[in-house]
């Protein structure tokens, strides 16, 4: 485990934290007002390897031969020139920081980042980390990598777990829960709707999808599975035969022959699972490892225990339904263009024109 430091006196910044992977959906902005949850586990950080935040510059400033060296082959908005490395953890894993007021205003619903940092180290007053929970965004800290040291406090550490424990120990990630707003008159409301993890997990396996098509129609497993993906494939792939057979392979799941394997991805590591055995040539889509144990291994709606005694022989219970989100799955468009921006093959003309045509798959109501 580590503990985070200010780089300028070294008073503690953090209570003990064990490193994990970061969440896929750690940048996606989710719809408009909407209050999300926090990021990170407590007691977990993660490190974002990319750069993210001021300076930014626009696509049209950047020279392809620099954005194909920072693994970029196909047109974004805009790159971040800050410094890589920013580490988030939950909120509630800070110690000894301070707002600055100053950099704290001019949002919508809460404090965004676009001030810079609007932390600072309670001793020596050093900008050191940015507090985040405007609307529609996953509320975190964000501590300023050149701002912070890590310092271990254990000398060994617990290994990351197994397969086989992730199997009896992981958590699974529901793919409906509630979503709630801000700005109500009558406060906060909620209604049930996608999983966010969902739909950005979604996102980022689609670009993969696409690329592992290689031009041909796609097939997935039917259920879930097909909920999330099928109408994409159909709609951003030709239907020129033979298709490609997609199956969920992973552990307690033996890979099966098929052209593109759904697999797990640990979220301690952020390995990616392979099967043993011989090299296959199937091409690995991953997925985080909560949404994949539920679309692996779904759970059943159980019905209410009784509060006292077993139910009759024979006896029924007539429980609602598990909630269900009332539209169709879209994919969050911002994780898969950033995702397949940043595979090789999106140079690919025909991968090209689907970024370029996003506008209009948005209206299709895909994403």
């Known amino acids: 485990m580590f503990v985070f430091v200010c780089a300028g006196c070294g008073a503690r910044l953090t ?13 996606q902005k989710y719809g ?31 020279d392809p031969e620099e954005a194909a060296a920072r693994g970029v082959y196909a047109p974004v908005y805009a790159l971040s020139d800050a410094v890589p490395g920013a580490i988030v953890i939950a909120p509630g894993d800070t110690r000894g920081t301070v ?15 676009g001030d810079g940092p609007n932390m600072a180290c309670e001793a020596c007053g050093l900008p ?17 990598p050149d701002a912070v040291r890590r310092h271990p406090v254990d000398a060994a550490g617990a290994a990351p777990l197994t397969w086989a424990e992730l199997m009896t120990e992981g958590k699974v990630t529901p793919p409906v829960e509630p979503i709630a707003r801000w700005g109500s008159r009558t406060g906060s409301y909620y209604w049930w709707s996608w999983n966010p993890q969902w739909e950005a997990a979604a996102g980022h396996a689609l670009a993969h999808l696409l690329v592992a098509s290689q031009g041909h129609p796609v097939t997935v497993p039917n259920g879930l599975v097909e909920e999330m993906f099928q109408r994409a494939l159909e709609t951003l792939l030709p239907a020129n035969p033979p298709p490609r057979r997609a199956v969920l392979a992973g552990p307690d799941r033996p890979a099966q022959d098929a ?49 006292s005694g ?32 940043r595979l090789p093959a999106a140079r690919s003309p025909w991968l090209r024109e689907i970024l370029e045509d996003l506008t209009q798959h948005l209206s299709a109501r895909i994403f």
């Open 99 to 113: 707002l600055i007021p100053e950099k704290a205003g001019g949002y919508c619903c809460g404090l965004d980042w």
């Open 32 to 62: 408009n007002g909407i209050q999300l949850p926090v990021l990170m586990e407590p007691g977990t950080f993660a490190v974002d390897p990319e750069p993210w935040g001021p300076p930014w510059r626009r696509w049209e400033e950047i």
């Open 310 to 341: 077993n139910l009759p022989e024979g006896v029924l219970r007539d429980d609602p339904p598990a909630p269900r989100a009332h539209h169709l799955f879209r994919a969050d468009s911002g994780t898969f263009q950033d995702t397949l921006a």
């Open 15 to 27: 209570s003990p934290l064990s490193q994990v992977t970061l969440p896929l959906h750690a940048r």
């Open 259 to 307: 052209d593109i394997l759904l697999v797990p991805v640990h979220p301690q590591t952020g390995e990616t699972w392979t099967p043993a055995g011989p090299p296959t040539s199937a091409y690995s889509v991953p997925l985080p490892f909560g949404v994949w144990l539920w679309l692996a291994f779904p759970e059943p709606h159980l019905p209410v225990v009784p509060a």
């Open 128 to 144: 050191v980390a940015s507090r985040i929970d405007d609307c529609s965004l996953w509320q975190a800290v964000w501590l300023v």
